[in-house]
Each structure stands twice: as structure tokens, then as C-alpha cells.
């Protein structure tokens, strides 16, 4: 019986990562230098930044471009263009 409840467990945790990907569209993860690249596409990107990370603080981010979500992070934090609108973020969350 304990299995059982855990695998019911372990489903509604799949059940609930599916609807927040519905709800919040693909988003592809990118390096860095590839985020950069989008943003350097994009005219007046909108950048979504946060600091993040539980034992190694991060940069996290988060663009749209051509209807996609594209989300990077990184040690340091990335030099993004003067175009860019940046708004800062408590957390970013992305569903795993």
C-alpha cells in the first residue's frame, strides 16, 4: 500500500509539471552566449532577471522571441543590451 500512495503522489507531481508547461508555453533552455544571441535579434527585448541558486547563488532570465520563451542562467551576471526593457523578478520558477 505504501507504494501505492507514493506513485500516487509521484502523479499528481507529473499532473501538476503538465499544467504549468500548459500554462506557461515551451520554454528552451539556452546557454548563456545563445541568450545573448536572441536578445541581440530582438528589438526592445523584454528581459525578465532574478537571482536565484540554494548553495551557488546565479543570474537567471527570461526572454520571448518569435513566440518562444527562452530562459538562461549563469555565474555572473550577463552585460545585456541598453534596448533591453529589464524587469527584476523575486524568482523565476521554470517547471522541470
Do not use: C
Not at 26 to 39: D, N, T
Not at 68 to 80: A, C, R, W
Amino acid at each position: 500500500m505504501a507504494y501505492a500512495a507514493g506513485g500516487g503522489a509521484a502523479a499528481a507531481h507529473y499532473a501538476a509539471i503538465a499544467n504549468a508547461i500548459k500554462a506557461s508555453g515551451a520554454i528552451i533552455r539556452v546557454e548563456p552566449e545563445e541568450f545573448m544571441k536572441i536578445l541581440s535579434k530582438a528589438k526592445d527585448p523584454l528581459v525578465v532577471a532574478s537571482k536565484g541558486g540554494f548553495i551557488k547563488a546565479n543570474h537567471q532570465y527570461l526572454t520571448s522571441y518569435k513566440g518562444l520563451i527562452f530562459f538562461t542562467k549563469s555565474s555572473e551576471p550577463l552585460m545585456l543590451p541598453g534596448s533591453a526593457e529589464v524587469v527584476t523578478s523575486k524568482q523565476i520558477w521554470i517547471p522541470s
